[in-house]
């Protein structure tokens, strides 16, 4: 992500607009607007806006995934990127539930989702352990010996 992004992104309004909030990393600026674009218009998150952490010097996004869902902030960062404990620490202190986003070169995103400390897992579904036998199918039958 090194390189200038292509024409149609400079001239893109939402990037001119993250360029706006003055962050001086173009490569965290260029990853903020391939989020933003995945969150509005493949994940059709609502009310999704941009605004610059001014301890950490990043772009920041909080939207929610539905209209009347919780509002989730978002910390695109590219993913050569190192981020430290107190950086994400930051984040999450704004009380909302949080989400990391790395950008690879290649525009791949993968969301991860932060908590300020343990968080339990979810139960698996219980269609999860059915029993193997029932599902392996039909068992062959051996050949006399």
Known sequence: MSEVPPTW???HPAYAKIQKLGVDDAEQVHAAFLVYMNLTEVRRWKEVSCLKS??????LLEGKEKEDSTTHSVLPLPARRSVSHNDLREVLERGFPTLLCAVAADSTLVYQRLNDGPLSPEPPA????R???RTGGRKRKRPPA
């Open 9 to 11: 992104i400079l001239q």
């Open 54 to 59: 001014a301890a950490l010097q990043l772009v």
């Open 131 to 133: 029993d193997a036998r």
């Open 126 to 129: 219980a269609d999860a352990f």
